[in-house]
Protein backbone atom coordinates (compact mmCIF):
# COMPACT_ATOMS: atom_id res chain seq x y z
CA UNK A 1 0.00 0.00 0.00
CA UNK A 2 1.06 3.46 -0.07
CA UNK A 3 1.16 6.19 2.33
CA UNK A 4 -1.93 7.61 1.77
CA UNK A 5 -3.71 4.01 2.00
CA UNK A 6 -1.57 3.60 5.44
CA UNK A 7 -2.87 7.34 6.73
CA UNK A 8 -6.60 6.32 6.01
CA UNK A 9 -6.30 2.73 7.47
CA UNK A 10 -4.38 4.46 11.35
CA UNK A 11 -5.74 7.41 11.27
CA UNK A 12 -2.43 9.35 11.14
CA UNK A 13 -1.55 11.96 9.36
CA UNK A 14 0.94 11.43 6.11
CA UNK A 15 3.53 14.01 7.27
CA UNK A 16 3.24 12.70 11.50
CA UNK A 17 3.85 9.07 9.30
CA UNK A 18 6.89 10.81 7.76
CA UNK A 19 7.82 12.33 10.70
CA UNK A 20 7.59 8.94 12.80
CA UNK A 21 10.48 7.33 9.51
CA UNK A 22 12.92 10.00 10.12
CA UNK A 23 12.69 9.46 13.71
CA UNK A 24 13.22 6.17 13.65
CA UNK A 25 10.25 4.59 15.09
CA UNK A 26 8.82 3.47 12.00
CA UNK A 27 10.54 1.41 9.27
CA UNK A 28 10.70 3.26 6.18
CA UNK A 29 8.71 1.77 3.23
CA UNK A 30 10.13 -0.04 0.25
CA UNK A 31 11.32 2.23 -2.53
CA UNK A 32 9.05 1.24 -5.74
CA UNK A 33 10.57 4.66 -6.95
CA UNK A 34 12.99 7.42 -6.57
CA UNK A 35 9.35 9.31 -4.96
CA UNK A 36 7.07 6.34 -4.49
CA UNK A 37 7.68 3.63 -1.02
CA UNK A 38 5.44 0.45 -1.00
CA UNK A 39 3.74 -0.14 3.13
CA UNK A 40 2.58 -3.35 4.55
CA UNK A 41 1.02 -4.68 7.47
CA UNK A 42 4.05 -4.41 9.35
CA UNK A 43 4.02 -0.91 8.84
CA UNK A 44 0.17 -0.96 10.06
CA UNK A 45 0.49 -2.57 12.97
CA UNK A 46 3.81 -0.56 14.30
CA UNK A 47 1.58 2.74 13.74
CA UNK A 48 -0.89 1.23 15.73
CA UNK A 49 1.49 0.43 18.38
CA UNK A 50 2.89 3.80 18.11
CA UNK A 51 0.01 5.73 18.88
CA UNK A 52 -1.16 3.57 21.68
CA UNK A 53 2.07 4.36 23.58
CA UNK A 54 2.24 7.96 22.68
CA UNK A 55 -1.65 8.62 23.16
CA UNK A 56 -2.59 6.38 26.05
CA UNK A 57 0.47 5.60 27.27
CA UNK A 58 1.57 8.99 27.44
CA UNK A 59 5.54 8.52 26.55
CA UNK A 60 7.55 10.92 24.27
CA UNK A 61 8.73 10.14 20.69
CA UNK A 62 12.14 9.77 22.37
CA UNK A 63 10.75 7.22 25.14
CA UNK A 64 8.88 5.26 22.48
CA UNK A 65 12.34 4.68 20.00
CA UNK A 66 13.91 3.33 23.37
CA UNK A 67 10.90 0.91 24.50
CA UNK A 68 10.71 -0.52 20.59
CA UNK A 69 14.35 -0.37 20.11
CA UNK A 70 14.64 -2.89 23.01
CA UNK A 71 11.77 -4.26 21.77
CA UNK A 72 13.88 -5.47 18.98
CA UNK A 73 16.61 -6.15 20.67
CA UNK A 74 16.90 -10.29 20.39
CA UNK A 75 19.71 -9.96 22.73
CA UNK A 76 17.26 -8.04 25.50
CA UNK A 77 15.68 -10.67 27.49
CA UNK A 78 12.04 -9.92 28.45
CA UNK A 79 12.70 -8.81 32.03
CA UNK A 80 15.29 -6.26 30.80
CA UNK A 81 12.64 -4.75 27.61
CA UNK A 82 10.12 -4.64 30.52
CA UNK A 83 12.87 -2.76 32.51
CA UNK A 84 12.89 -0.24 29.48
CA UNK A 85 9.66 0.71 29.43
CA UNK A 86 9.40 1.17 33.44
CA UNK A 87 12.27 3.37 32.94
CA UNK A 88 10.22 5.67 30.73
CA UNK A 89 6.48 5.53 32.40
CA UNK A 90 7.73 5.95 36.21
CA UNK A 91 7.82 9.34 37.03
CA UNK A 92 10.84 10.86 38.78
CA UNK A 93 11.77 10.92 42.47
CA UNK A 94 12.40 15.27 42.43
CA UNK A 95 15.03 16.83 43.81
CA UNK A 96 13.77 17.62 47.28
CA UNK A 97 15.27 15.83 49.67
CA UNK A 98 14.40 15.83 53.45
CA UNK A 99 13.32 14.29 56.21
CA UNK A 100 10.23 12.87 54.57
CA UNK A 101 11.91 11.46 51.51
CA UNK A 102 14.29 9.72 53.86
CA UNK A 103 11.26 7.97 55.79
CA UNK A 104 9.18 6.92 52.38
CA UNK A 105 12.86 5.37 51.45
CA UNK A 106 13.17 3.40 53.92
CA UNK A 107 9.56 2.46 54.16
CA UNK A 108 10.15 1.24 50.58
CA UNK A 109 13.12 -0.75 51.16
CA UNK A 110 10.89 -2.52 54.03
CA UNK A 111 7.77 -3.30 51.83
CA UNK A 112 10.12 -4.87 49.11
CA UNK A 113 12.38 -6.86 52.19
CA UNK A 114 9.46 -7.73 53.81
CA UNK A 115 7.16 -9.20 50.81
CA UNK A 116 10.26 -11.00 49.53
CA UNK A 117 10.07 -9.14 46.04
CA UNK A 118 13.58 -9.37 43.60
CA UNK A 119 13.89 -5.65 43.28
CA UNK A 120 16.40 -3.64 43.61
CA UNK A 121 15.25 -0.28 45.83
CA UNK A 122 17.12 2.01 42.98
CA UNK A 123 14.84 0.70 40.54
CA UNK A 124 12.44 3.17 39.59
CA UNK A 125 9.37 2.84 40.46
CA UNK A 126 10.61 1.91 43.73
CA UNK A 127 11.84 5.21 43.82
CA UNK A 128 8.55 6.82 42.50
CA UNK A 129 6.54 4.87 45.39
CA UNK A 130 9.04 6.85 47.56
CA UNK A 131 7.81 9.70 45.95
CA UNK A 132 4.66 9.35 46.47
CA UNK A 133 5.06 8.31 50.29
CA UNK A 134 7.11 11.49 50.84
CA UNK A 135 4.73 13.70 49.27
CA UNK A 136 1.57 12.44 51.60
CA UNK A 137 3.80 12.46 54.49
CA UNK A 138 4.28 16.38 53.45
CA UNK A 139 0.87 16.57 53.71
CA UNK A 140 -0.40 15.37 56.81
CA UNK A 141 -1.29 12.10 55.26
CA UNK A 142 1.84 9.95 56.55
CA UNK A 143 -0.60 7.15 58.25
CA UNK A 144 -1.08 5.98 54.75
CA UNK A 145 2.17 3.87 54.56
CA UNK A 146 0.66 2.48 57.61
CA UNK A 147 -2.83 1.56 56.96
CA UNK A 148 -3.57 0.96 53.24
CA UNK A 149 -0.22 0.36 51.54
CA UNK A 150 -0.09 -3.79 52.35
CA UNK A 151 -3.55 -3.58 50.66
CA UNK A 152 -1.91 -1.58 48.21
CA UNK A 153 0.78 -4.16 47.82
CA UNK A 154 -2.01 -7.10 47.60
CA UNK A 155 -3.51 -6.42 45.28
CA UNK A 156 -0.08 -5.31 42.92
CA UNK A 157 0.69 -8.83 43.48
CA UNK A 158 -2.26 -9.91 42.10
CA UNK A 159 -2.60 -7.43 38.87
CA UNK A 160 1.22 -8.59 38.18
CA UNK A 161 0.61 -12.37 38.31
CA UNK A 162 -2.48 -11.32 35.58
CA UNK A 163 -0.16 -9.39 33.39
CA UNK A 164 2.45 -12.15 33.16
CA UNK A 165 -0.15 -14.36 32.69
CA UNK A 166 -1.49 -12.59 29.82
CA UNK A 167 2.17 -12.42 28.53
CA UNK A 168 2.60 -16.08 28.90
CA UNK A 169 0.22 -16.75 26.10
CA UNK A 170 2.49 -15.74 23.66
CA UNK A 171 5.97 -17.89 22.38
CA UNK A 172 7.32 -15.65 19.61
CA UNK A 173 10.08 -13.39 21.49
CA UNK A 174 8.73 -10.47 19.47
CA UNK A 175 4.99 -10.78 20.19
CA UNK A 176 6.41 -11.67 23.97
CA UNK A 177 8.31 -8.60 24.68
CA UNK A 178 5.51 -6.72 22.74
CA UNK A 179 2.67 -8.06 25.04
CA UNK A 180 4.54 -7.27 28.19
CA UNK A 181 5.57 -3.68 27.07
CA UNK A 182 1.60 -2.93 26.34
CA UNK A 183 0.51 -4.66 28.99
CA UNK A 184 2.66 -2.48 31.37
CA UNK A 185 2.10 1.18 29.98
CA UNK A 186 -1.33 0.59 28.70
CA UNK A 187 -2.16 -1.92 31.53
CA UNK A 188 -1.45 1.31 33.43
CA UNK A 189 -4.10 3.16 32.19
CA UNK A 190 -6.79 0.64 32.49
CA UNK A 191 -5.88 0.19 35.69
CA UNK A 192 -6.33 3.63 36.81
CA UNK A 193 -9.89 3.83 34.75
CA UNK A 194 -11.06 0.75 36.65
CA UNK A 195 -9.95 2.11 39.97
CA UNK A 196 -11.64 5.49 39.46
CA UNK A 197 -14.94 3.33 38.40
CA UNK A 198 -14.77 1.35 41.73
CA UNK A 199 -14.23 4.19 43.47
CA UNK A 200 -17.01 6.05 42.49
CA UNK A 201 -19.38 2.82 43.51
CA UNK A 202 -17.46 2.84 46.61
CA UNK A 203 -18.26 6.49 47.35
CA UNK A 204 -21.79 6.02 46.22
CA UNK A 205 -22.09 2.80 48.51
CA UNK A 206 -20.51 4.42 51.46
CA UNK A 207 -21.46 8.34 51.27
CA UNK A 208 -24.12 8.32 48.66
CA UNK A 209 -28.08 8.61 48.53
CA UNK A 210 -28.51 4.97 48.90
CA UNK A 211 -25.64 4.01 51.45
CA UNK A 212 -28.93 5.29 53.70
CA UNK A 213 -31.21 3.86 52.03
Request: hydrophobic share 45%; glycine share 8%.
Amino acid sequence: MRVGELSRRTGVSVPTIKYYVREGILPAGQLTSPNQASYDETHVRRLRLIRALLDVGGLSVAAVREVLDAIGDPSRSVHKVLGAAHDHIAPGLGDVADAARDVAERQVAELIAARGWHVDAGNPAARSLAAALAALRRVGHEEFAELSLGAYADAAETIAAADLAYVARHTAREELVESAVIGTVLGDAVLTSLRRLAQVDASSRTYGERAGS
